[in-house]
């Protein structure tokens, strides 16, 4: 994977939980153009293994001298938020991947409809550059849990104000996904970001009001949750690997030094695809890629967030 | 056609169905359609509201009084299917997410209709279709770019520039239109036998 160095110009906390990093390339370049909706991963060489996270750029894809990632402090986290938050520093230098977008705006949209919750905001910063450089007609929902947890809200304000609605839980201000989406004008694409039990209520409302599949784009990225140890037997390379409870299988072919593909590492690319050729277990699938046809087939997984309750897994690699 | 020889292009038409997940359906035939239109609305009725626009212009039978009496629904009857797609447009203009879009009638008229949804960012595979009546072709000329329509022939004589247009199945969804080129550009006058096949 072609990797980018970037050092870390300032650090700024901006809501309860969440660290904003403000990136600049190492060398004193140019960073690569990105579109809206983009991410980056970050390789994070914490002591005893290096984690990888997806993090959405939430700077303008005009400014070509900084990109802008926030953080937020998973509470169960296997380490890679804690990582950024104690042990990045202003002038750390952090290699990062070239940005790819899984979230794009759609270009014959009339109307885009952006769908917020939480730290799922990051995404929608940078689009919200792209469509008002492009006069794009939008409507931007955020929904937090507090004042304190609402990263960025200020800023919106003073930028988009006519365009955002802001949603506060703790007052009881919730988004109702069905009257929003009734009233929305034909040719109109919804965007969903935030926590899985947010965007997953979005998308199937949508489906259920009859919103055609193309018209609707989400974005989670998922930590790879924990589970018990099993094996990996690789079938093609004759290895066997021990996936660890708090480790991903994908973190556990690179640590084995297995050259495994990866892009988004959270469930939602489809890039790392493996076929699986048996196991003495079940398979756990985690991910938003695969259909529940290929799920129930055993016959492929995603080692990024999935993993397997079992004794052994065997891998056609 | 030669067996296993497919331009992907070419559009498969089935039969209108209903799509229950929705908010709202619109239902547009013309001529042969209401045929179709009396087929939906055999099956199993939505809950949701339904509109049907209708023009007789075209029909070999008359499916008016047969529509007026199995349409349990809102029916607008216009004379001429520029009416209807005038209607057709100015309701667009209103309508909400989740409006499910069915349309019988010739693939001029049914490409008419997915033409004015697309001004409001509907894709055609989400307008349903079903070809009624005739086979007819609107045909592209690449040489002059003019569109002759209702060909029913292997070979047609090009509205704008006159030239022998060989009729192929590769189609534009833009224009609603199958791509013709001059059959006899290589030995001029030599042109095959023209035969009906698109009755």
Redesign the interface.
Known sequence: MSQLQVKVASIQDVSAGVRHFTLVDAHGGELPAFSGGSHIVVTMPAPGRTYRNAYSLLSSPEDRAHYEIAVHRQPQSRGGSIYMHEEVKVGSVLDISYPVNLFALSR????HLLIAGGIGITPFMAQIHDLERLGGDYSLHYGFRSREHAAFADALKGRVSQRAVCYDESLGQRMDFDAL????????HVYACGPQGMVEALVSTA??????E??IHSEQFLAPPVGEPFTLKLSKSELEITVQGDMSMLEALEAAGVDAPSLCRGGACGRCELEVLGTDGELQHHDHYLSDADKASGRKIMPCVSRAKCGYLELNL | MERGYWIRSKPVYTALLW?D???AHAVLAAGDGGLAVLKLFQQALPEQPITVFYSPAGADKDYLPALQAAVDADLRVFATTAELLAAWADY?AT??????IYTAGTEKFMWDVTDA?AD????N??VMKELTGSLARSVYCVHCKSLTHEVTSNIATCSGCGRQLFVRDHFSRRMGAYMGLMVDAENPGEVPQIEEIYP
């Open positions: 014959v949209a009339k109307h989406l009734r009233a929305q004008p034909l040719g109109t489906r259920a009001l009859g919103w055609p193309h018209h | 799509n997940k929705a908010t667009l309508a909400r997410m989740g409006l499910r949804a409001f960012g509907i894709l595979q989400d």
